[in-house]
């Protein structure tokens, strides 16, 4: 087997790592993920109670019609109307669509440089992305709507010349394509889809304007006449047309345009101005954010000799940044449909990017598995009984370190292992959270059983968190009440007869009234001073927490 042989065998080693690292841990309660997944889980669940697929169903205030329906359809028909209502059932959608984005990616590698090894490391670099596992996995509406967006662009790049001079079944199906991302997502993806679509029509004709105008122009028109009709039909068959236009036109939409603090101080300062936006590339690309950004320098010294699929996905990541640097509301999550054109992009320079690019990824992916084996240490100290964590765990966290260790040590060896380096990193990651989803962070059958048909109010500190909860406490009517960190158990328990407290693992204190069960837990949405206490080393205290579901004495007070 000759060098290119054996490079092929190790990116194809490395694929399957990266499958499994995309399958591992994905019924966890604790995955990256984004808060969103929570009320989705809780319209689709509530729409498949009802039996209908629309109206869609919801008991949170403006958030029925939050989204358009096709994500909460994919969950009823992948759980069974609910019959089968799981994480990994609701999830497992997700990755597949992400698979098959980075199969696209693969395609597309390989046909623009006209070599395989060049298409997997697309897309190893589109799945080692971490906006792509973050936001990738979970039931959110990015999976569908990145593979769905990115094929029309996909197939305009894979056959060039086919697709370019299709006159009508091109633009029909790309309008199709563009309208099922509508229809998980919302209809102002026309803006950046059109736009890049005629940008790159204009950029096959040698930016003849005149003749994209004459020849190319009604095919964008009908393109975007096919996927807005499609979202169209949302309205079509809603029972309640006008709240659909209420909540997610004008609320979801239009309300992007207005936020509270003016138009100007938000473009130019603070968590959603346009220069955090302008970072949004390398922060999605995660432990690849030094080569991404090397890619983007580079790129724009040799902007002359790009080669001709190149501009064409640099339009289509341009494209995105621009229109969405327009709204009040800007977010790095935006542009997740570019991340597949810049996986591309990135493996076609690879070769150009410096070594040091890749050894400060791979000198990132090192300080990632130091903390998590600090922390995993820090956890089997404070948890009596045997070790959370079985050898296996240790052992991959030496295996990773090794290969990362290498890779810095050998030259040769820095750009071919970076992806292996990262997903060891995140499967390393995903390991250290199992113990929080096994025996120790469940409540245990019988616990299970005693509150089951009875009212247990649960912690949340994100709108819909309490759905997580009907995961773990099966058959319970689960509601919520706002979390406070230093709420006093007694206070707790005179309000709600059933609750889930949440204390700092530390924290040994007798509660008040009958525990029913405990778990252990971790605890999200720190605040500036806890984030800092973390920091001085008060893990403990700050990470993980002890969850306890009391049952108030006879004679508490019902909730107010």
């Not at 990266?18 to 993920?33: E, N, R, V, W």
């Not at 994500?71 to 059932?89: E, H, N, P, V």
């Not at 091109?170 to 940008?199: N, T």
Request: with cysteine.
């Amino acid at each position: 087997m000759g060098d290119s042989g054996r490079r092929l065998a190790g990116h194809g080693l490395v694929t399957l790592l990266a499958a499994f690292t995309y399958l591992y841990g994905l019924d966890s309660q604790h995955i990256p993920k984004n808060g969103d997944e929570y009320p989705y889980e809780h319209i689709t669940r509530l729409t498949a109670d009802s039996g209908r697929l629309l109206p869609l169903q919801s008991e949170l205030p403006g958030m029925r019609n939050t989204k358009p329906p096709l994500l909460f359809w994919q969950g009823i028909a992948s759980t069974g109307w609910g019959r089968r209502w799981t994480l990994w059932d609701l999830r497992t959608p997700s990755v597949v669509y992400t698979l098959l984005t980075g199969l696209l990616v693969f395609l597309l590698g390989s046909r623009l440089s006209g070599r395989p090894e060049t298409g997997l490391v697309a897309g190893l670099s589109f799945l080692a992305f971490f906006s792509t596992y973050r936001y990738g996995r979970p039931f959110l509406t990015n999976p569908p709507e990145v593979f769905w967006l990115f094929l029309p662009f996909f197939a305009l790049l894979y056959w060039r010349k086919a697709a370019s001079a299709s006159r009508f079944a091109f633009p029909l199906l790309a309008g199709v394509a563009i309208g099922v991302a509508l229809l998980y997502k919302s209809f102002a993806l026309v803006v950046p889809a059109g736009l890049g679509l005629a940008g790159l029509y204009v950029h096959s004709r040698d930016y003849r304007l005149a003749t994209f105008l004459a020849r190319d122009s009604w095919k964008v028109l009908i393109t975007l006449s096919v996927s807005l009709a499609l979202f169209g039909a949302w309205f079509l068959l809603d029972p309640d047309p006008g709240a659909v236009w209420r909540e997610f036109v004008l609320g979801e939409n239009v309300g992007k345009f207005d936020l509270p603090g003016g138009y100007l101080p938000r473009l130019l300062w603070g968590t959603s101005s346009l220069w955090v936006l302008a970072l949004g590339y390398p922060l999605n690309a995660g432990f690849l954010f030094f080569p991404v950004v090397a890619l983007f320098v580079i790129a724009w010294r040799s902007r002359r000799e790009l080669s001709d699929g190149e501009g064409g996905l640099w339009i289509w990541v341009l494209t995105l940044f621009l229109v969405f640097a327009v709204p009040s509301q800007r977010s790095s999550r935006y542009l997740l449909p570019a991340m597949p054109a810049l996986a591309v992009l990135l493996a076609l320079g690879w070769r150009r990017i410096p070594r040091w690019a890749f050894a400060l990824s791979l000198l990132a992916s090192a300080a990632v598995i130091a903390a998590i084996a600090t922390l995993s240490l820090r956890l089997q100290h404070a948890v009596p009984g045997p070790s959370p964590y079985p050898a296996a765990h240790w052992a991959l966290l030496a295996g990773a370190g090794a290969v990362v260790l290498v890779a810095l040590c050998v030259p040769a060896l820095t750009r071919p292992t970076v992806h292996a380096a990262v997903f060891l990193c995140t499967l390393s990651f995903a390991a250290f959270l199992r113990p929080f989803d096994g025996p120790l962070g469940q409540y245990d059958a019988d616990a299970q059983r005693q509150v089951q048909g009875r009212e247990v109010w649960v912690p949340v500190d994100f709108i819909a968190k309490e759905e997580g909860y009907r995961f773990l406490l099966p058959g319970a009517h689960v509601r919520g009440y706002p979390e406070e960190r230093d709420a006093r158990a007694g206070d707790l328990l005179a309000r709600y007869p059933l609750v889930v407290i949440r204390r700092p693992l530390s924290d040994v204190a007798a509660q008040a009234g009958r525990v029913l069960g405990q778990r252990l837990d971790l605890r999200g949405r720190q605040t500036a001073r806890e984030t800092g206490g973390i920091l001085r080393g008060n893990v403990l205290e700050h990470l993980f927490v002890r969850e306890q579901l009391i049952e108030a004495r006879a004679g508490a007070a019902s909730p107010r």
